[in-house]
C-alpha cells in the first residue's frame, strides 16, 4: 500500500515535525531521559503496574469467586497485549509504511540505528495500551494509570521521531479493541484456570493471601488454635 503521508501538507506530518521540533529545543539530557523511557521506561512501568495491581487484588481478595475472576481480568492484560502485537504483523506488512525518518528530511531522530523498516502501527502504543485498558477492565484507577503511560508512551515515539503520530493512534485502537473485545471469551476461558488454581494448596496464593483460602472454607489466622484449645478444653 501506498505510504500514508508524503507530504508536509499532511495534518499527521505537519504534527510530527511540531512534536519532534521539541526534541531539537530540549537539552541534552531530556532527549535522552525521553529515548530512554520511549524504548525502555514505559514498558517496565507498566509490567511493574501490572505487578503491584495484582498485589493489591490478591491482598483485599474475599471469599467466594471474586478473587478468581478478579485475578483472572488481570490476567487477560497482557495477554491482549501480546494477542495485539500478533494482529499487528500482518497489518505492518500490509500497509508497508516507512519511518518518518525515511521520506521525511529535518527531523531529530533520537533512534536512528534502533528501528526496523515498518512504522504502522507502533508496537510500544500497542502494547502499553492494551495492557493498560486490560488493568482498567480489572481496577479502574490502576486502569487510568496504565492509560496514562500509554499515552505517554505514544508521545514518546513521535518525539523520538520514529513514528507518526497515526502509528500511535492506530496503536492505541489495535490495543484498545484487542482488550475490550476478546474480553468475555477470555474471561470464559481464564475465569476456571483461576478457580483451579485458588483451589491449589500450593498455587492458591497467587489468587489470594495464604491467609484468605484454606482447603476448601476461608481460613482465619488463629482458628486452628482456637480449635485446638476448645477441644482440650472438652476433654478436661
Same mark, same amino acid.
Given at each position: 500500500?501506498?505510504?500514508?503521508?508524503?507530504?508536509?501538507?499532511?495534518?499527521?506530518?505537519?504534527?510530527?515535525?511540531?512534536?519532534?521540533?521539541?526534541?531539537?529545543?530540549?537539552?541534552?539530557?531530556?532527549?535522552?531521559?525521553?529515548?530512554?523511557?520511549?524504548?525502555?521506561?514505559?514498558?517496565?512501568?507498566?509490567?511493574?503496574?501490572?505487578?503491584?495491581?495484582?498485589?493489591?487484588?490478591?491482598?483485599?481478595?474475599?471469599? +467466594?469467586?471474586? &478473587?478468581?475472576?478478579?485475578? %483472572?481480568? #488481570?490476567?487477560?492484560? !497482557? /495477554? $491482549?497485549?501480546?494477542?495485539?502485537?500478533? @494482529?499487528?504483523?500482518?497489518?505492518?506488512?500490509?500497509?508497508?509504511?516507512?519511518?518518518?525518518?525515511?521520506?521525511?528530511?529535518?527531523?531529530?531522530v533520537l533512534l536512528?540505528?534502533?528501528?526496523?523498516?515498518?512504522?504502522?502501527?507502533?508496537?510500544?502504543?500497542?502494547?502499553?495500551?492494551?495492557?493498560?485498558?486490560?488493568?482498567?477492565?480489572?481496577?479502574?484507577?490502576?486502569?487510568?494509570?496504565?492509560?496514562?503511560?500509554?499515552?505517554?508512551?505514544?508521545?514518546?515515539?513521535?518525539?523520538?521521531?520514529?513514528?507518526?503520530?497515526?502509528?500511535?493512534? +492506530?496503536?492505541? &485502537?489495535?490495543?484498545?479493541? %484487542?482488550? #475490550?473485545?476478546?474480553? !468475555? /471469551? $477470555?474471561?470464559?476461558?481464564?475465569?476456571? @484456570?483461576?478457580?483451579?488454581?485458588?483451589r491449589s494448596p500450593?498455587?492458591?496464593?497467587?489468587?489470594?493471601?495464604?491467609?484468605?483460602?484454606?482447603?476448601?472454607?476461608?481460613?482465619?489466622?488463629?482458628?486452628?488454635?482456637?480449635?485446638?484449645?476448645?477441644?482440650?478444653?472438652?476433654?478436661?
Open positions: 500500500m501506498a505510504v500514508l503521508a508524503e507530504s508536509g501538507s499532511n495534518p499527521d506530518v505537519d504534527l510530527l515535525y511540531e512534536i519532534n521540533g521539541l526534541a531539537k529545543d530540549a537539552p541534552h539530557w531530556v532527549d535522552r531521559a525521553v529515548e530512554f523511557v520511549g524504548q525502555y521506561g514505559m514498558l517496565l512501568a507498566t509490567v511493574l503496574l501490572v505487578v503491584w495491581c495484582w498485589w493489591s487484588m490478591r491482598r483485599r481478595a474475599g471469599s +467466594g469467586d471474586e &478473587a478468581a475472576s478478579s485475578v %483472572a481480568s #488481570l490476567v487477560w492484560a !497482557p /495477554l $491482549a497485549a501480546g494477542i495485539a502485537v500478533l @494482529v499487528n504483523v500482518p497489518i505492518r506488512g500490509f500497509v508497508d509504511r516507512p519511518r518518518p525518518f525515511v521520506d521525511h528530511q529535518g527531523l531529530d536512528p540505528g534502533g528501528t526496523d523498516y515498518y512504522s504502522f502501527v507502533s508496537d510500544n502504543a500497542t502494547i502499553t495500551m492494551a495492557v493498560g485498558v486490560g488493568l482498567f477492565v480489572a481496577n479502574r484507577t490502576f486502569g487510568l494509570v496504565g492509560i496514562g503511560l500509554a499515552l505517554l508512551e505514544g508521545f514518546s515515539q513521535v518525539y523520538m521521531g520514529v513514528h507518526y503520530p497515526t502509528d500511535v493512534v +492506530g496503536g492505541f &485502537a489495535l490495543g484498545t479493541a %484487542a482488550a #475490550l473485545l476478546l474480553s !468475555p /471469551l $477470555a474471561m470464559a476461558l481464564l475465569t476456571p @484456570v483461576m478457580k483451579a488454581v485458588e500450593r498455587a492458591g496464593w497467587l489468587i489470594r493471601r495464604r491467609a484468605a483460602y484454606g482447603g476448601g472454607d476461608t481460613l482465619v489466622p488463629g482458628a486452628r488454635s482456637s480449635a485446638a484449645s476448645e477441644e482440650r478444653d472438652l476433654a478436661a
